[in-house]
C-alpha cells in the first residue's frame, strides 16, 4: 500500500511537469491559436542556461529564478520578431515556422553546449518525509507544491487582474479586444512570455531526474502534448488535469505492467494523443468546435 | 469646429472599392444617421474611421488625424464602437464584458461608479451580471454592446445596426433607453442603421449613402417630412 | 513554359541525369543515386502537402517502412531486388490508406501532431521487434549488382537503375495530376466545401492522396536500401521527416521539380555543413526552414489558398490596422468567386 501510494505521489510530481509544459502549450493555442513544437526545445534551451548560471556560481535557486525571467523576456522576443510575422495567416506556415525554430534551438544548444550529457542540480533536497506513515521524496512534493503554486498565480492572474482579462479576450476575440483600445499584440507577447517562462521552468523541474542533454525535452514534449490533447487544447484545468492523468498512468504502467518495455513507453502518449484526437478532439474540458462551412 | 472631419474618404477591400470618396461631419453633441441600403458602405464608414481597413481621404477626429492609426489607439482617443455583431464578448461574464469597456481607463473608483450606472440604465444587466454574456437574448446583448461602449466615457459613440435581428418592441426600447443616455451624456453620435424610421427619429442630421457615395443629406426631421425624399431614397 | 522549351529542358536534364555515372566516381555518384531516392520520398511527401494540401510530419515512417520491406523480403525470403520496389510501395500505399481514413478526418494542427506521432513511433517499434528487425543492430542488404553483360561498375549500375525508377515515379506523378484524381486533389485544396458540392468524397480523395505519398516514400526506402545497403532504426528517426520538410519547403511545394531541388539540397547541406560543424546541419534546416516561410511562402504554387482556408477555420486574424477588415472580406469574395468557378466547371483547375 505504501508503494502504491509512492508510486502514486511520484506519479503526480511527474505529471506536474507535464502540466507546467502543457499550460505553456494550452496558453499559447488560446493566443496565438498554433500549437508551438518548439516549447520543449526552448524550455530545453533555458535549462541549459540555468545550468550555465549554475556552472558560473549562482546558487540553483537563483539560478532558475534569472533563468524564469529571461525565458519570459525571451518569449516575448520571439513573439514579437519571429512569430508576429506569419500571425493572421495561414495554419501550415506557423507549423513550419515553429518547426524550424525545433529544429534551429536544438542545434543551436549544441553547438554552444555540445552534444554531451551533464547533471543538473535539483531545487529540492534529496530527503524523503514521513507523511502519515508513508514516506515520501521531498522532490516528488516540492515539485506538486510548485505547480500548484503556479496554477494560482496563473488563476489569479487571468481571472482578477485588468492584464489578465485583457489577455483573455485578446484571446477569445481580438476584434472586439481592439475595439475597447487592448493592444492585441502586447498580449500575445505577454502570452508567449509566459509560456517560455513555464516551459523553462518544466525542464529546471525534469533535469534533475534524466540527463540534461539537446534531446532534454523531446520526450516530455509528447508527454505534455497527450496531456493538452487529453485535456483539451484550449483548457488549462485540461491542462492540468491531463498532466497528472498520463504521469499517473505512466508511473503506474511502469511500475506494475511489465511488457511496456522502455522503448515502447513513448507509444502510449503517442496513442493517448491518436486516439484522444479522433474520439473527442476536443478533449475532457475543451469546448466543442463547430465545424464551420 | 467639427468633432469628427471626414473629405474625400475612399476605402476599398482588396480590389473591391466601397467608398468612392465621401464628405461629412459631425459637430460636438449632434447625433448623426448614416442611411443607406445593404452594401452602400455604410459599415465601411465605421470601420474607416476605426482603422478596420485602408482608406485614403481627410479622416479627423477631433483636428487630429486617425489615418493609419491602430484600432485600439483609436479607442484610446475616446471613439467607442459598437460594431455589427455586437464586439461583445460571449465566453466573459456580463460584468467583465463591461470592465473590459473601460479597460483604457485608470480611476478605478470611477470605473466602478459607470458600471453601477449601466446597471441602473440597462436593469436587465445587473440581474445577469454574473452569466456569461453568450447566455442573453439578443436584446440584451445589444444592450450590453452600448453599455461596453459607454464605459469607455468616448467623445465619440458609433452604432452598427444596433436594431439588427431584434424585434421591433425590444428595438423601440432599445432606442428609447439610448435616446435617454445620450440626452443625459450629450453624446456625440455616429448612427448606421437601415431601419431609417427609428433611426431620422433618433438623429438630428443624416446622410444617405448609396454605392458607397453620399447622395442626400440633411436635416433628420426634414427627410423624415420630405415624402418624395423618403420615398425614393428609403423606399417607404 | 511553353511545351516544347519544357520537352527541351527535360531532354536536357535527362541527358545530364544519364551522363552522371560516367563523369564521376563512385563516391559522388553515389552521392547522387540518393538524391534520386530522396527525390521520390520528397515527391510523394510533396503531392500530400503542396498540391493536396495535407500536412505529414511523419514521412520518415513510411520511408522506413518501405525501407524494412525491401531489406525483409531481400534478406529474409530471397525475393529479387526488382520484386522488392513495388512491394514496399504496395505496402506503404496499404499502410497509408489505412492511417489515412482515421487521421485524415482530423485538420492542420492535429493531424501535424499524429503524423508526428508516428515519425516517432515507428523508431521504436522497430527496435522493439527485434526478432524482425534485428533491432538496433541493424540488417545488412545485398545490395544489386549490375549484371556483366552490360560492362557498368556495381555504383554505375545502381545509380541508372535508381534513375529508371525515380524517372517512371515522377513520370507516374506527373499523370496522376494531369487527370482525375489530380483535379480532385486541387478542388478539395482550392475550397473543400466546393469540391464537396462537385460532388467529391472528400475523404476518398484525401485517403487515396494521403497513401499515394506514403506508397512513394515506400519505394524511396526501398531504394534506399539498395543504395546504402544496411537498415537501423538509428537511420530513421525525426530527422528524416524534418529533411523532407525542409526539402519540400526549399524545393517548392506544389511543383514536380521542386523535388529533385529539395533533394539535392537534404542530401548535400548535411556533406558540407557536418564538415565545419556537427551542429550546423540542423542550424540550416532551422534557419531555411523559417527564411523560406518568410520570404517565399507564395514559393508554394496552390499551398497559400488552401492554408487559408485553414486559417479562416482557426480564425486569427489580428485586427492591426487595415489588414484584418480586408482578409475577412477577401475570404467572402473568394468564396463566391470559387463557387462562380465550380459551377462553370472544371475551368478554374490549373495543371
Redesign the interface.
Known amino acids: 500500500m505504501e508503494r502504491f501510494i509512492q508510486v502514486l505521489v511520484d506519479g503526480i510530481a511527474t505529471g506536474s511537469i507535464y502540466a507546467a509544459m502543457a499550460l505553456a502549450l494550452v496558453l499559447i493555442f488560446r493566443s496565438?491559436?498554433?500549437?508551438n513544437?518548439a516549447q520543449g526545445e526552448m524550455a530545453m534551451f533555458s535549462t541549459f542556461v540555468a545550468w550555465g548560471l549554475y556552472e558560473a556560481g549562482l546558487p540553483i535557486g537563483l539560478a532558475v529564478l534569472t533563468t524564469l525571467a529571461l525565458s519570459f523576456a525571451a518569449g516575448m522576443v520571439i513573439e514579437r520578431v519571429?512569430i508576429r510575422?506569419?500571425?493572421?495567416?495561414?495554419?501550415?506556415?506557423l507549423?513550419?515556422?515553429t518547426?524550424?525554430?525545433?529544429?534551429?534551438?536544438?542545434?543551436?544548444a549544441?553547438?554552444i553546449w555540445g552534444?554531451g550529457n551533464r547533471g543538473f542540480p535539483s531545487l529540492f533536497s534529496e530527503d524523503a518525509v514521513d507523511v502519515g506513515g508513508v514516506r515520501l521524496s521531498v522532490e516528488s512534493l516540492g515539485i506538486v507544491a510548485v505547480l500548484l503554486g503556479v496554477v494560482a498565480l496563473l488563476f489569479l492572474l487571468f481571472q482578477r487582474t485588468?492584464v489578465g482579462?485583457?489577455m483573455?479576450?485578446a484571446a477569445?476575440?481580438?476584434?472586439?479586444?481592439?475595439?475597447?483600445?487592448?493592444?492585441?499584440?502586447n498580449m500575445l507577447m505577454l502570452g508567449w512570455g509566459l509560456a517560455a517562462a513555464l516551459g523553462a521552468l518544466a525542464g529546471v523541474l525534469v533535469a534533475p531526474r534524466l540527463f540534461l542533454d539537446v534531446n532534454l525535452m523531446g520526450a516530455v514534449l509528447?508527454y505534455a502534448?497527450a496531456a493538452a490533447?487529453l485535456g483539451g487544447f484550449d483548457s488549462a484545468i485540461g491542462a492540468v488535469v491531463g498532466g497528472w492523468v498520463i504521469g499517473v498512468s505512466e508511473n503506474l504502467a511502469g511500475t506494475y505492467v511489465d511488457f511496456i518495455?522502455s522503448?515502447?513507453k513513448?507509444?502510449v502518449p503517442?496513442a493517448i494523443?491518436?486516439v484522444v484526437?479522433?474520439v473527442r478532439?476536443s478533449g475532457l474540458f475543451g469546448t466543442r468546435e463547430v465545424?464551420?462551412? | 469646429m467639427s468633432l469628427v472631419d471626414v473629405e474625400g474618404l475612399r476605402a476599398a477591400y482588396g480590389q473591391v472599392r466601397v467608398l468612392e470618396g465621401i464628405d461629412f461631419s459631425i459637430d460636438k453633441g449632434r447625433r448623426v444617421a448614416m442611411l443607406g441600403p445593404n452594401g452602400a458602405g455604410k459599415t465601411t464608414v465605421l470601420r474607416a474611421l476605426s482603422g478596420m481597413v485602408r482608406t485614403r481621404g481627410k479622416v479627423e477626429f477631433d483636428g487630429k488625424s486617425l489615418a493609419g492609426k491602430a484600432t485600439a489607439d483609436i479607442a484610446r482617443r475616446g471613439v467607442a464602437h459598437v460594431p455589427e455583431g455586437r464586439g461583445t464578448f460571449p465566453a466573459l461574464s456580463v460584468e467583465d464584458n463591461l470592465r473590459l469597456g473601460a479597460y483604457v481607463r485608470s480611476d478605478r473608483a470611477a470605473v466602478r461608479e459607470d458600471i453601477r450606472r449601466c446597471y441602473g440604465w440597462f436593469p436587465r444587466l445587473e440581474e445577469r451580471r454574473g452569466l456569461q454574456a453568450g447566455s442573453l437574448s439578443g436584446g440584451e446583448q445589444q444592450m450590453l454592446a452600448v453599455a461596453r461602449a459607454l464605459m469607455l466615457r468616448p467623445r465619440l459613440l458609433m452604432l452598427d445596426e444596433p436594431s439588427l435581428g431584434l424585434a421591433p418592441i425590444v428595438t423601440r426600447e432599445l432606442f428609447r433607453v439610448l435616446g435617454d443616455i445620450c440626452d443625459e451624456q450629450e453624446m456625440t453620435v455616429l448612427l448606421v442603421e437601415q431601419n431609417a424610421n427609428l433611426a431620422l427619429d433618433f438623429a438630428d442630421h443624416a446622410y444617405v449613402l448609396e454605392s458607397g457615395r453620399i447622395v442626400l443629406e440633411g436635416e433628420a426631421d426634414r427627410i423624415k417630412g420630405d415624402d418624395d425624399v423618403r420615398r425614393s431614397y428609403m423606399g417607404y | 513554359m511553353s511545351p516544347r522549351v519544357r520537352t527541351a529542358v527535360i531532354c536536357a536534364l535527362a541527358a545530364v541525369a544519364v551522363a552522371i555515372p560516367f563523369l564521376f566516381g563512385p563516391y559522388r555518384v553515389g552521392q547522387f543515386t540518393l538524391v534520386l531516392v530522396y527525390a521520390v520520398a520528397v515527391l510523394g511527401l510533396n503531392l500530400l502537402v503542396g498540391y493536396s494540401g495535407q500536412i505529414s510530419l511523419g514521412h520518415g515512417a513510411f520511408f522506413a517502412l518501405g525501407a524494412y520491406t525491401a531489406a525483409l523480403l531481400i534478406e529474409k525470403a530471397s525475393v529479387p531486388h526488382l520484386l522488392s520496389v513495388p512491394a514496399a510501395g504496395a505496402l506503404c500505399f496499404a499502410a497509408g490508406f489505412l492511417f489515412g481514413v482515421p487521421a485524415l478526418r482530423l485538420h492542420g494542427l492535429y493531424l501535424a501532431l499524429v503524423t508526428l506521432g508516428l515519425a516517432i513511433a515507428l523508431p521504436q517499434l522497430i527496435k522493439r521487434f527485434d526478432g524482425l528487425t534485428e533491432g538496433t543492430q541493424g540488417m545488412t542488404v545485398e545490395q544489386p549488382a549490375a549484371p556483366g553483360w552490360l560492362g557498368l561498375e556495381d555504383d554505375q549500375f545502381l545509380y541508372l537503375l535508381t534513375l529508371v525508377v525515380a524517372a517512371l515515379m515522377f513520370v507516374l506523378a506527373w499523370n496522376m495530376m494531369r487527370g482525375q484524381l489530380g483535379r480532385a486533389v486541387k478542388a478539395v485544396r482550392d475550397r473543400e466545401m466546393a469540391a464537396v458540392t462537385l460532388g467529391v468524397d472528400l475523404a476518398a480523395v484525401k485517403t487515396r492522396m494521403f497513401a499515394v505519398s506514403a506508397g512513394y516514400a515506400g519505394v524511396g526506402g526501398a531504394l534506399y536500401v539498395f543504395a546504402i545497403g544496411f537498415v537501423a532504426p538509428e537511420a530513421f528517426t525525426l530527422t528524416v521527416s524534418f529533411a523532407f520538410l525542409a526539402a519540400i519547403v526549399v524545393g517548392g511545394l506544389a511543383t514536380i521539380s521542386g523535388a529533385l531541388f529539395g533533394a539535392l539540397f537534404i542530401e548535400f547541406v548535411p556533406v558540407y555543413a557536418s564538415d565545419v560543424n556537427e551542429a550546423l546541419t540542423g542550424v540550416i534546416y532551422g534557419g531555411v526552414l523559417i527564411a523560406f516561410m518568410w520570404v517565399l511562402p507564395g514559393g508554394a504554387a496552390g499551398l497559400p489558398r488552401r492554408l487559408r482556408e485553414l486559417a479562416a477555420r482557426r480564425d486569427r486574424h489580428r485586427p492591426e490596422g487595415p489588414r484584418g477588415g480586408e482578409l475577412h472580406e477577401e475570404d467572402a469574395d473568394r468564396v463566391a468567386g470559387a463557387a462562380g468557378h465550380a459551377g462553370a466547371g472544371a475551368g478554374g483547375m490549373r495543371a
Request: positive net charge; aromatic residues 10%; proline residues 3%.
Open positions: 496565438t491559436g498554433v500549437v513544437f519571429l510575422h506569419f500571425e493572421g495567416g495561414e495554419v501550415l506556415t507549423v513550419i515556422v518547426l524550424g525554430l525545433f529544429i534551429l534551438l536544438n542545434s543551436l549544441g553547438w552534444f485588468k482579462l485583457a483573455r479576450a477569445l476575440n481580438p476584434h472586439a479586444s481592439a475595439l475597447v483600445g487592448v493592444r492585441v499584440g509528447i502534448f490533447a518495455g522503448d515502447l513513448i507509444l503517442l494523443i491518436f484526437l479522433l478532439p465545424a464551420r462551412v
